[in-house]
């Protein structure tokens, strides 16, 4: 069976299934997720845990004799298998399916995977598990999404927060869930029924993390503002204008040749399968980048591209980041100063 994670309370009442897929790639969302099945399984005997890190040296052949031992003073155990890839192998996938074949009541498996693909979902081993199971995916907390998070979270511990205090706040943990969450329980520390802007001025800094990849989702949806910010963290944080490169170069190199294939005549559905851009919130985005943009100005976020690399590697006299903002001002669509230096 599939949950989601807003079921998964009401589910639990009914009574625990032998085995349970978590999958996503949030930290905190998985973090709770198992927060709730360990809770459930202690409160009906589940004494004992293991918590099992899978890779490839892991011996399942061990791990199968201690989940199949069957003893009179044996306790109720939780196995907790974190499979950083998501896949569990040849190996993993045959000890599954053994574990299905015979299963041991005294035992609840939590398989904790990050977010799986298609393939993954229709391996055996996986089919398997969702008919005696349950399968819980967890998506990230979208940017518009995160006011409303936090309104709820705030909601349960007693709270509420006014329309420009929330806005703020979403604003200075967006990208970082945990923070966020942290931050509502250091307001909660203050006594306040009601969060107004103030007490946010007061109490919360800039908590706000990103990574490469909500760099290039901002800038090819056109969110300047939001893309220069990006650029001012990672920038703070220490990292080398080579890492942030590597993606934005791809997504330009992408536009380019889609952009090159629509003026050519190809429909744009047809254009992202000779390129293999499967998945659609991907799609959205490159439709959007694309209808601002033509071949030249594509070849000009190339060019640009270069320059950082030029500099990057101390081949040149300018400024890495602000040719890097100057990339995403371009593929945003606006107007920005000269790049002609380097």
């Not at 298609?118 to 999404?145: D, L, M, Y």
């Not at 006014?162 to 990208?175: H, K, N, P």
């Not at 499967?278 to 959007?288: C, F, M, R």
């Not at 081949?315 to 100063?337: E, H, N, T």
Request: proline letters at 4%; glycine letters at 6%; one cysteine or more.
């Amino acid at each position: 069976m599939r949950l989601k994670p807003e079921q998964l309370g009401q589910h639990l009442q009914q009574g625990l299934k032998p085995f349970y897929i978590v999958s996503g790639d949030d930290p905190l969302l998985s973090q709770e997720i198992n927060d709730q099945l360990r809770a459930a399984a202690k409160a009906q005997g589940f004494d004992e845990r293991e918590v099992h890190h899978v890779d490839n040296s892991f011996d399942w052949g061990n791990f199968l004799e201690s989940a199949n031992a069957l003893s009179l003073f044996a306790e109720r155990k939780v196995h907790e298998l974190r499979i950083d890839n998501g896949k569990p192998g040849d190996k993993g996938s045959k000890a599954l399916l053994s574990l299905l074949e015979q299963p041991n009541p005294d035992n609840v498996f939590v398989l904790i995977l990050p977010r799986i693909d298609k393939g993954t979902q229709n391996s055996k081993w996986f089919k398997a598990i969702e008919k005696v199971g349950a399968f819980i995916a967890h998506w990230p907390i979208e940017r518009h999404q995160l006011p409303g998070w936090i309104q709820n979270r705030l909601r349960q511990q007693g709270m509420r927060a006014e329309t420009d205090a929330l806005t703020v706040l979403a604003e200075r943990t967006d990208g970082n869930l945990l923070a966020a969450a942290q931050e509502v329980e250091k307001l909660k520390m203050l006594g306040l029924e009601t969060i107004r802007l103030e007490d946010v001025d007061d109490n919360i800094g800039d908590a706000s993390r990103y990574d490469v990849f909500a760099l290039s989702e901002a800038a090819l949806k056109g969110d300047s503002a939001r893309s220069l910010h990006i650029i001012d963290v990672l920038q703070g944080e220490g990292m080398n204008a080579l890492q942030p490169l590597a993606i934005m170069a791809n997504e330009v190199r992408q536009l380019h040749s889609l952009v090159q294939l629509r003026d050519m005549g190809t429909p744009v559905d047809q254009a992202f399968k000779t390129m293999k851009i499967n998945w659609p919130k991907k799609q959205s985005q490159l439709k959007a980048a694309m209808g601002r943009h033509t071949l030249s100005s594509l070849t000009e976020c190339l060019q640009i591209c270069r320059q950082i690399d030029v500099v990057s590697k101390g081949l040149g006299q300018d400024d890495p980041w602000r040719l890097m903002s100057l990339l995403v001002i371009k593929l945003c669509s606006l107007k920005a100063f000269s790049a002609k230096a380097v």
